[in-house]
């Protein structure tokens, strides 16, 4: 008997679980398509790659329902990633002017004290002379200069500091030349994206100047295409790319250590014909002026570019805190791969703002660009007018 009553216990039990597991699950059912799409980060990927709904359940106790997902539309989820937009050039020669006031100070300071103080005798030109030297200015430009100013010195005398500042204003612009051409050759040419070749020793910021000078461009609404073709340093590549993502602007590398520069910087060129960009801006490895075999590597990387497209511009990186050292440096680059302008980083903290006139004298081409500080926008064409007035201010 009570066998009977204990069976039939367990088939009501059965019956009545059934029951409520099916009340459960038809309650814990499919949400609708637009509850999870519009939580998003409620979903995560299953074990075998697929897309699990994780949405919570009323009592907990449901299992996980795969649910198939289009990828496109779990990647127009995603927001967009916040484009920076970089300070347009007026902006920077605004700042160069007030950087250039605070540093520079050794020659214009220095000048100004010394010829409007009068009684300009033999030790005080002497002063005049060290102090455009220890000025990085060079010997043959500073010679020059010292005798144009005796001679106006001596025609029209000097009897303030205001006409110490004019007849400086007049001499030092003529040596930083204002007539160069410093454009950047940034827009198509025949159909083709214009190719900047950046070159330097190691250590001067050459990777930082090519992602500072995309920021430029893009400023000026180009459309940039930079290729890391620095295979040497580990972190250039990354580095490069991440200048060039903050600015929407694509970057061709090789993720092979040691990979080949000259294919790399072919394949950059390629891209930006491909994608009809206005500008391909190719990064190199650092390297010593001393190491003949690194120089002819570079060599090898414009021609293997040039199988493809023309180089326009070759620009070269100068510390400028290195003075008369770079001068060799800049010798040697200008003999492998031909220097088309000259970008001085560093700028900001140095006195020696002479290297401007030392190294335009020395290559026969223009300072482009110079460096104004850490900044992502601390780049900025530079301005001779702009220079000379910062110097004597």
């Known amino acids: ?28 059912g499919k949400a609708p398509d637009t509850a999870r799409l519009e939580r998003p980060d409620l979903r995560a990927p299953g074990d075998d790659g697929s897309s699990v709904d994780t949405l919570p359940r009323p009592g907990g106790t449901a299992p996980p ?28 020669l605004r700042r160069l002017r007030a950087r250039l006031a605070r540093s520079n100070t050794a020659i ?29 200015l060079g010997v043959e430009a500073t010679t020059e200069l010292v005798e144009s ?49 950046v070159v330097g020793v190691n250590g001067t910021g050459k990777t930082t100047t090519v992602g500072k000078l995309a920021r430029v461009l893009v400023a000026e609404d180009k459309d940039v295409v930079l290729g890391a073709a620095d295979t040497f340093r580990a972190a ?94 800049a010798e040697v680059f200008g003999e492998v791969v031909g220097i088309t302008g000259i970008v001085l980083t560093k700028l900001d903290g140095t006195a020696k703002g002479g290297i401007v006139v030392a190294v335009q004298r020395k290559l026969g081409v223009p300072v482009k660009l110079v460096g104004l500080g850490e900044g992502p926008d601390d780049l900025a064409p530079f301005d001779p007018e702009a220079f000379v007035d910062a110097i004597l201010a």
């Open 65 to 92: 329902v795969e649910v198939e997902v289009p990828e496109e539309v779990i990647e127009d989820l995603a927001p967009p990633p916040t484009l920076e937009r970089p300070e347009a050039p007026a902006g920077r």
């Open 236 to 329: 250039a590549a990354d580095q490069l790319e991440t200048w060039g993502a903050r600015v929407g602007v694509p970057t061709v590398r090789s993720h092979k250590d040691g990979a080949d520069p000259a294919s790399v910087a072919f394949d950059s060129v390629k891209a930006g014909i491909e994608m009809e960009a206005d500008v391909v801006i190719v990064d190199t490895a650092g390297r010593l002026h001393t190491k003949v075999g690194l120089m002819d590597e570079l060599g090898k990387v414009k021609r293997v570019i040039e199988k493809q497209s023309p180089v326009d511009e070759v620009l070269l990186v100068l510390d400028a805190t290195t003075g008369q050292n770079g001068m060799r440096q």
């Open 108 to 136: 214009g300071r220095g000048l100004l004290a010394l010829l409007s103080g009068g009684g300009l005798d033999e030790e005080t030109w002497e002063d005049v002379e060290d102090t455009l030297l220890q000025a990085d």
């Open 149 to 197: 100013l005796r001679t106006k010195v001596a025609v029209d005398g000097v009897r303030s500091e205001d006409e110490a500042r004019a007849i400086l204003r007049e001499e030092l612009l003529a040596l930083v030349d204002p007539s160069m051409d410093r454009s950047i050759a940034s827009a198509r040419i025949d159909g083709r994206p214009a190719v900047i070749m």
């Open 1 to 28: 008997m009570w066998e009977y009553i204990v069976i039939a216990a367990a088939i009501f039990v059965l019956i009545v679980g059934g029951v409520l597991v099916a009340l459960l699950r038809g309650r814990g």
